[in-house]
């Protein structure tokens, strides 16, 4: 035990002179110190403001690809929606333009059917008429033949009156004549 | 002129002569027999045929048969342009003649030739219904076949054999 701490005092002796091998002179360290801060200042005044110029208009670069990103991600999700929502609406749609479609067509027939009624209705209206106007001819004309025999046959009758006749018609004309006010 | 003015100028001529009996009676069987015969009638009517050889044709059918101023009246109403107008004419003359005369003119069609004793019975049967003299224009239609028609101016009589059956027929058209 003892040898070992009169080695450990040895090797303690033995360093402290190493050190101050170490170290550089005070003149060096002077010398350094100052080349350090010339150089430190030329890195301070030019070259930080220049990278960190640089390193701005790269993070203002890289911000702006991620704003633009994040908006163009935006607007594929809103298209997304929307062709979502298109897609989903296209069936409502269909069956819409269908009910539309199948309205129509049901309007159209119910038209062309009451066309077709009026159309008929006219047709049976005129074709009574016509028929009610060519009874009422042939009723007229019933009439009138059988006026004109009549007429024909009573002239005949009263053709053949003798003059005593004529002149007894006569005679009761004027007393009528005279008895009329 | 119209027919009625020259009428009158006619009657008033005839009335100013000394045989204005003659002449009226004679003027008036000239027009109504002229007025009833178609072909005569039409010789009148027709313009193609001048007036000097109408009155020609007149003179020479009448002769000395009239009045000279019974032809002279004539050939006047002829050269004049009414000869289409002669039983308008008589119908005005006789009216003119029968006022002139304080009576009324009746225009009496019938299918016979009336006889006095009938044209009498007619006469006053009238003068009982209007109150004065009446006159007679009798017309012998046998197309009436039979019966009597009579008008007072305006107003008409109407016992028609043919007018009955015409109203038997407008019955049985359903008019």
């Given at each position: 035990m003892n040898i070992n701490l009169v080695t450990f005092l040895a090797e303690a002796e033995e360093s402290s002179s190493g050190l101050e091998l170490l170290l550089p002179a005070t003149s060096e360290l002077v010398a350094g110190i100052f080349a350090f801060a010339i150089v430190f200042f030329f890195v301070w005044k030019w070259a930080l403001p220049a990278l960190d110029e640089t390193l701005s208009a790269r993070s203002e670069a890289i911000e702006g690809q991620i704003s633009k990103a994040k908006n163009e991600k935006y607007e594929a999700q809103k298209t997304r929606e929307d062709y979502q929502k298109l897609v989903a609406n296209a069936d409502e749609e269909v069956r819409k333009i269908i009910d539309e479609g199948k309205a129509t067509a049901e309007k159209l027939k119910e038209g062309i059917l009451n066309e077709a009624k009026e159309e008929a209705e006219t047709i049976i209206e005129k074709a009574r008429a016509d028929s009610e106007a060519e009874r009422d001819r042939i009723s007229s004309e019933i009439k009138s033949e059988v006026a004109n025999l009549s007429l024909e046959i009573s002239e005949k009758v009263a053709s053949s009156m003798s003059k005593g006749d004529q002149e007894k018609l006569i005679n009761e004309f004027i007393k009528e004549m005279g008895s009329d006010k | 002129m119209s027919t009625k003015s020259f009428s009158k100028g006619l009657v008033e001529i005839i009335s100013s002569s000394e045989n204005s009996e003659r002449v009226e009676s004679e003027i008036l069987q000239v027009f109504n027999a002229i007025a009833d015969h178609k072909e005569a009638l039409d010789v009148f009517r027709n313009?193609?045929?001048p007036a000097e050889k109408k009155i020609e044709a007149m003179s020479n059918l009448l002769g000395k048969r009239v009045d000279s101023l019974t032809l002279d009246l004539i050939s006047l109403t002829i050269s004049q342009g009414y000869g289409d107008n002669l039983l308008e004419i008589s119908s005005f003359v006789s009216e003119y003649f029968a006022e002139n005369r304080g009576a009324s003119l009746a225009k009496v069609v019938s299918a016979i030739e009336l006889d006095d004793k009938t044209q009498s019975s007619i006469k006053r049967v009238l003068k009982k219904k209007f109150g004065r003299k009446v006159e007679l224009q009798v017309e012998v239609d046998e197309?009436?076949?039979g019966g009597l028609s009579v008008s007072v101016g305006e107003r008409t009589f109407d016992g028609l054999v043919s007018s009955r059956l015409q109203e038997v027929k407008s019955v049985l058209e359903g008019r």
């Open positions: - | 313009f193609g045929v197309s009436v076949i």
